[in-house]
């Protein structure tokens, strides 16, 4: 007679991978005007959240060269760029607070793309 003895295995997430940023913005928070602030839910975008949608939006990098620039996988990168996505459209369309939480920069990258403006594109 086999006896099985269950253990509970606690499983710890991975450490994420050193992501590269190449832009540090200018303005962290956007909300929608006539709203006061305190009114307001928020949703938080990670530095590397922006810096994918800066990268595969804003430059029009494919998902492969902006993931070799922020030193992460492909796949990682799709991840990231989806879920960033995913934030912004829901604070868009519910009408929530963009917080950029850009206390996570781990390192930025000595590139000319730190200084991309956009002029009401």
Do not use: W
Request: hydrophobic residues 35%.
């Amino acid at each position: 007679m086999l006896t099985f003895v269950s253990e509970q295995i606690e499983h710890m997430p991975r450490n994420k991978c050193h992501r590269k940023t190449c832009f540090t913005p200018g303005v962290t928070y956007y909300k929608p005007t006539g709203i006061p602030l305190k009114l307001l839910d928020e949703v938080v975008l990670e530095i590397d959240e922006l810096e994918a949608i800066r990268l595969a939006d804003a430059e029009g990098l494919y998902h492969e060269d902006a993931a070799k620039q922020m030193g992460i996988s492909r796949q990682t990168f799709g991840r990231i760029v989806e879920s960033a996505r995913g934030k912004v459209a829901k604070a868009l369309i519910t009408g929530k607070a963009i917080k950029i939480n850009s206390s996570t920069i781990t390192e930025n990258c000595q590139e000319s793309s730190n200084t991309y403006i956009s002029n009401n594109s």
